[in-house]
């Protein structure tokens, strides 16, 4: 079966950490992105990650704070957060492409999402 399941989240206060994990089932991917959506905005880029070599980039708002990683031998990404703020609240969520064409903002270039995991940051 091909997806992308999504694990980790949950709630913690301002300053805290947490990760989230995104195992991909089936899928060969070139590019994996991170994605955020907050109640009542649009959805927005956090992140991405190139698997074949591991570099990466990260939104300006969240550059220093969250790292992006892989574990190639579980399939499984990783978007660790720390320094958490307030605004960083959002369903956090995951996506593949088998391509590394297009922008990586772009969600039309990511053939497979997960399910999103939402992160709660009080304050």
């Known amino acids: 079966q091909v997806q992308l399941g999504q694990s980790g989240g949950g709630s913690v206060q301002a300053g805290g950490s947490l990760r989230l994990s995104c195992t991909a089932s089936?899928?060969?991917?070139?590019?994996v992105g991170w994605f955020r959506q907050a109640p009542g905005e649009e959805r927005e880029g956090v992140g991405y990650?190139?698997?074949?070599?591991?570099?990466?980039y990260y939104d300006d708002s969240v550059r220093g704070r969250f790292t992006i990683s892989q574990d190639r031998a579980k399939n499984t990404m990783y978007l660790q957060m720390t320094r958490l703020k307030p605004e960083d609240s959002a369903m956090y969520y995951c996506?593949?492409?088998?391509?590394?064409?297009?922008?990586?903002?772009?969600?039309?270039?990511?053939?497979?999402w997960g399910q999103g995991t939402r992160v709660t940051v009080s304050s």
């Open positions: 996506a593949a492409s088998t391509n590394n064409e297009g922008w990586w903002r772009d969600e039309g270039v990511y053939e497979y």
């Open positions: 089936g899928i060969t991917h070139i590019r």
């Open positions: 990650m190139y698997t074949e070599n591991d570099s990466t």
